[in-house]
């Protein structure tokens, strides 16, 4: 079920035009029960110990059916920072190929994160998004290629397959951010990168503090040294006479898992897969073209105008402002750089595109 089908679920979409989901995806009501559930069973039987156990291997299930991956290649963590720290951490950067390339379009998660490797031996290299640009840094001294699947910036999808391509021709290792687009366009894992990282704020329409990490098999002997004891080959032992990681993609999971969120998260990513990411993405590509050609009626400038993901972002004089006036329309977006963010999910229709073509058509002053 997508569009005017599901609205229902979404208490918010009854008084705003909603298309902030590249912030934070609208709150359902099964993702509300989520939560109540854990609650209840708190209430009812205290510790549910072995059933939280039990959840969290649900939803590394769920993640890894997103992903087209089998569940034992997905790594539970709270946040991608806390996940590709942890992944890094298993990187030696004193040798030859001591080389982390990202884009001009990275997440500060990425980017922070990569410079922070500078004090284990990394140097870093930025460059513009395009594979081409790519392939002009990365060489014999590349040790991690890292991309984001769509810009938070721009609302550009990178080709990050002829990117991982690139990266692998090097034989250097590549890292996906897949945080802004997981949900709303098909992603084979595998297909894409070596590592894989998301989480559930946005198109997975759940809470903060619950991530993904998919690992290819093939790279599991990059073993982190930040890590935790659910990382363990059997956490039920307790033993603390040696580190010991899983041989999954458990290795790179941390402490206690994040059970209140993972409720949440099964019962977002369980509106998703219901709903088909095929034909979430087909729904919303057909929103952004009609955003995209309305824009264009109205002169107002798309920063990346041939886009076909989920966000379309729009030049603007003064894009905070321009956010402010639309909330007074009750049209809730955001703002990055100098571009007002539109994000279209499955819950959005044509009369929410249309809804914000009126408010900026009547904002036309605060449009570059
Ligand atoms: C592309 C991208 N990566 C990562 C994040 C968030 O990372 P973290 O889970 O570490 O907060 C966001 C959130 O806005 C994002 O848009």
């Known amino acids: ?65 997103l992903l087209g991956v089998a569940p034992d290649e997905v790594a539970l963590q709270t946040s991608v920072s806390a996940a590709v720290s942890a992944f890094v951490s298993g990187l030696d950067f004193r040798g030859e190929r001591n080389r982390i390339v990202i884009s001009e379009n990275e997440f500060p998660a990425i980017g922070q994160i990569a410079h922070a490797q500078e004090l284990r031996g990394a140097e870093v290299v930025q460059v513009a998004p395009e594979p081409e640009a790519y392939a002009a840094a990365v060489d014999e001294r590349t040790a991690l290629v890292c991309s984001t699947f769509v810009s938070y910036r721009t609302g550009r999808v990178h080709d990050v397959e002829a990117i991982r391509a690139v990266a692998h021709e090097a034989g250097a290792l590549m890292l996906v951010d897949a945080y802004q687009g997981v949900g709303a366009l098909p992603l084979d894992a595998a297909a894409v990168g070596d590592v894989v990282v998301g989480g559930t704020v946005k198109y997975l329409l759940a809470s903060a503090g619950l991530a993904f990490m998919y690992v290819n098999p093939a790279v599991r002997d990059r073993v982190p040294t930040q890590t935790g004891w659910f990382a363990d080959e059997n956490i039920f032992e307790m033993q603390i006479e040696r580190y010991r990681p899983h041989p999954s993609a458990r290795r790179w999971d941390a402490g206690t898992p994040p059970v209140p969120n993972i409720y949440g998260g099964l019962a977002g990513i369980g509106l998703i897969l219901e709903a088909g990411v095929g034909k979430i993405a087909a729904h919303v590509a057909g929103l ?81």
């Open 1 to 65: 079920m997508v569009g005017e089908a599901i609205r229902g679920r979404f208490p918010v979409l009854a008084s705003k035009v909603y298309v902030n989901s590249c912030s934070q995806g609208a709150l359902s009501d099964a993702v509300r029960a989520g939560y109540e559930e854990y609650l209840d069973g708190w209430d009812a039987n205290g510790a549910e110990w072995m059933f939280w156990v039990e959840r969290a291997e649900a939803i590394r299930g769920r993640f890894g059916e």
């Open 288 to 368: 952004a073209e009609r955003l995209i050609a309305g824009c264009a009626e109205l002169g107002a400038q798309v920063v990346v105008p041939d886009g076909r993901g989920p966000l379309v972002c729009i030049r603007s004089t003064d894009a905070p402002a321009l956010v402010a006036a639309l909330g007074q329309d009750d049209v809730v977006a955001s703002d990055r750089d100098s571009n007002l963010r539109v994000s279209l999910h499955l819950y959005n229709t044509d009369e929410d595109v249309d809804a914000v073509l009126a408010a900026l058509a009547r904002r036309r002053a605060l449009l570059a």
